[in-house]
């Protein structure tokens, strides 16, 4: 038995080493953020804001909290950390881009619900980003 409680944490350790499961991880993390932040938004001033205008909020201020969460968490980078931040924004202004056309294309045209629409959307990114994220956005430095 004590074996067993040994074992659980080396596999647990084991499993976070993979750079993949951490980027996982985290992107559910700042899926959370962002839906969140939308759901917060759309439920306060839907209303009064057009709901495209409230997944562009929430993506841009998604994009401030995360970026250290990929940096040091997934991509343990040692890229500085402005150039990082501006590639990883540049990477969001291309996320806003998807948001502000996928998300009322589902809305408008396929009747997705208004607060499930993000959601399908945040689904796909990982497999989206996550190279671009690897190989430009927080690639090592040079030495």
Do not use: H
Not at 127 to 137: D, E, G, Q, R, S
């Amino acid at each position: 038995m004590t074996s067993t409680r040994r074992a659980v944490p080396g596999v647990v350790r084991r499993v976070l080493r993979d750079q993949r499961v951490r980027y996982l991880l985290t992107g559910g993390v700042a899926a959370g953020v962002f839906y969140g932040i939308f759901l917060t938004l759309w439920l306060t001033a839907g209303d009064r804001v057009p709901y495209v205008a409230l997944v562009l909020i929430a993506n841009t201020a998604c994009a401030f909290v995360t970026f250290r969460m990929y940096r040091d968490g997934v991509f343990r980078s040692d890229a500085a950390i402005v150039p990082g931040f501006l590639r990883f924004y540049a990477l969001g202004l291309v996320s806003l881009v998807g948001s502000a056309t996928i998300v009322p294309l589902l809305v408008e045209w396929l009747g997705v619900p208004v607060a499930v629409a993000p959601v399908l959307y945040i689904a796909m990114q990982p497999l989206l980003f996550y190279p671009v994220n690897k190989f430009w956005v927080f690639r090592a430095r040079r030495r």
